[in-house]
């Protein structure tokens, strides 16, 4: 049997093209997700801060994260909710290269390690850094 154009365009599997504005407004979609999945969880670990904050700032705290994250090839949700975790800890800024804690910055800006070894490697020195502080 010979196939015709007709046959063909029906039988043809469906190409579907997402255009570039598209894909913006499916990426903004994904973090507002995420910026209400992780105030959730950061209203449960830190309650006072957040409370403090109010739900809109706290999100928006989220999206900053996200956006400073990115900036660092830092994509994965778990990895971001970290970082987030250390802004409640460390305090928003903790990781500018002029910050209170310039070791931060450098840790996560080592794109030779992936992000959860950044991560992890964020918590150890986040570690040591209160060990020596304490005097322990």
Known sequence: MRLTPRARAR?????????KSQEEALAAARVDDFARRASNLLEDAFPTATRALGREAL???VR????R?????????????????WTF????GFDDE???????????D???????????GLARAAARFTTVAAGT
């Open 98 to 108: 002029d910050g209170p804690y310039p070791w931060a910055a450098s840790i996560l």
């Open 11 to 19: 039988d043809a599997p469906t190409v579907l093209i997402i255009r």
């Open 59 to 61: 999100e928006a705290r």
């Open 69 to 85: 994250c990115e900036a660092r090839s830092i994509v994965n949700e778990t990895s971001v909710y970290r970082y987030l975790e």
């Open 110 to 120: 080592d794109t030779s390690l992936g992000e959860d070894a950044r991560l992890k």
């Open 89 to 92: 800890v460390l305090g928003e």
């Open 64 to 67: 900053q994260a996200v956006e």
